[in-house]
């Protein structure tokens, strides 16, 4: 038997009913726009040792389909995918433009942010936090959707535009952008110019890098004649490395020195720092205090602009940092090149002998965006193996008003920032692949 429902009844469900929604709201669908498509990217971790390439490039690849764009996985090095994404112009026979950005992340320790650095989180006040952020999945997304955005407002590009997101940056790039700039596939595409990613800055001007310093590691070994702790004699092993690292450390000085007079800026002088040294005869859970080792080696991380003549630094560490005749040998690895393949060094003309320069700076200006004086960039991106194939090659992340945490805990973008950066690109993108001009 039952009761018709009153009032009653009626109410009590329905209090019942909201408790309940209380409890376990109805699953809402995830709003799909800029910002989320920009988090569910931060949300595939493809921080080494164990990047997921395959679930990145799928997650570019639906975006690409999603936006109208040809795509091809290219595969350089087994499991290191790059995808290429074709937006063909109207003229194919006009040098093409760019748009590169790097999969791969370095790691994060989750236990020093305040957010799981693969969680994406935004904050009330729009910060999303991610390892990413910053390096350099924001350029990513924002590439995407300004043309996406370009493509919906009925804009057909003059020269083609290609977008890349290769693999290995954060490693060296050497199963990355190295063999991608040196491919059948690369000379095919005929480049003309490349946006590569650049630095976030704290005040209100868009930071662009013209240059990249050229990392080489420098282990520089010593071997000598042991002997007792006690006794005093001449050309130990010890003795000789460290006339080597008094004579860089005095060579160290004077380039830094010119930085904290303000003549130059860090990326613009020779780094060397020494990164470690190793000797000694192990005893116990210590070394043996009363023993001449014979043997010593020590480890250096030089970064050198494209501004000297490599060939200066390489016979300074022959003749003077390592020589033969201290009984010192060394090796000297160049993680890229100095040089491009004509010889000239490594840098982009940022003025009117530039044709692309002109234009992307007017683009920027165009959408409200301030250059800062163009830079060199004091560590090393993908964008040298651009530029040593002699293709002008800018790298260039608009973050303004950001402080720089790529590399470090708690990495975040502000959600406003990265909205703007896709206007920015609009403007980018539209002028760069409708002007005539800019064979290479
Ligand atoms: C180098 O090694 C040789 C052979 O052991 C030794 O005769 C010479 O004195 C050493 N020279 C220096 C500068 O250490
Ligand atoms: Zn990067």
Redesign the pocket.
């Known amino acids: 038997m039952s009761n018709p429902p009153n009032s009653f009844t009626f109410f009590f469900t329905l209090t019942l009913l909201l408790i309940a929604n209380r409890a376990h709201p109805p699953e809402q669908p995830e709003p799909d726009t800029p910002v989320t498509r920009f988090q569910n990217y931060l949300r595939i971790s493809t921080a080494h040792p164990s990047p997921d390439y395959y679930a990145a490039v799928s997650y570019l690849k639906a975006q690409a389909e999603s936006i109208g764009l040809h795509s091809r996985t290219l595969h350089f090095a087994p499991d290191k995918p790059l995808l290429l994404l074709t937006w063909p112009g109207s003229d194919p026979t006009l040098p093409s433009l760019l748009l590169n950005s790097h999969l791969d992340s370095v790691p994060a320790e989750p236990s020093k942010w305040a957010h799981p650095p693969f969680s994406a989180h935004r904050t009330p006040e729009g910060h999303i936090f991610a390892r990413g952020a910053q390096d350099d999945k924001c350029i990513a997304i924002q590439y995407l959707e300004a043309i996406r955005n370009l493509k919906a407002a009925g804009f057909n590009p003059i020269r083609t535009v290609h977008v890349s997101f290769v693999p290995e940056e954060e490693i060296g790039g050497l199963d990355g952008a190295a063999k991608f700039a040196v491919s059948d596939e690369f000379k095919d595409l005929k480049v003309g110019f490349v946006l590569d990613e650049g630095q976030a800055n704290p005040g209100d001007e868009i930071r662009v890098f013209y240059a990249d310093r050229t990392p080489w590691n420098l282990i520089v070994k010593a071997k000598?004649?042991p002997g007792h702790g006690s006794r005093m004699f001449d050309?130990s092993a010890m003795e000789?490395l460290m006339k080597s690292v008094e004579l860089m450390a005095r060579f160290r000085e004077a380039q830094f020195d010119e930085v904290k007079a303000g003549n130059a800026a860090n990326s613009e002088v020779i780094s060397v720092n020494p990164v470690y040294f190793k000797s000694g005869i192990v005893s116990g859970d210590g070394y043996a205090m009363n023993m001449q080792p014979s043997e010593a080696e020590a480890g250096f991380d030089i970064r050198i602009p494209p501004t000297v003549d490599p060939e200066l630094v390489r016979k300074r560490i022959a003749e003077e940092w390592a020589p033969e005749?201290?009984?010192l040998t060394y090796k000297l690895i160049e993680k890229g090149p100095t040089r491009d393949y004509t010889g000239r060094p490594l840098m982009t003309q940022t003025d009117d002998s530039n044709p692309w320069w002109s234009i992307f700076k007017q683009a920027v200006a165009a959408a409200g965006g301030k250059l800062a004086k163009p830079e060199i960039l004091a560590s090393t991106t993908d964008a040298r193996f651009m530029r040593q194939q002699g293709i002008p090659t800018l790298g260039f992340s608009p973050m303004t008003n950001t402080p720089i945490l790529l590399h470090d805990h708690n990495e975040f973008l502000k959600d406003t920032i990265f909205l703007k950066g896709i206007k920015v690109y609009e403007s980018i993108i539209s002028a760069l692949s409708s002007f005539e001009g800019g064979s290479r």
């Open positions: 000598g004649m050309n000789n005749a201290r009984n």
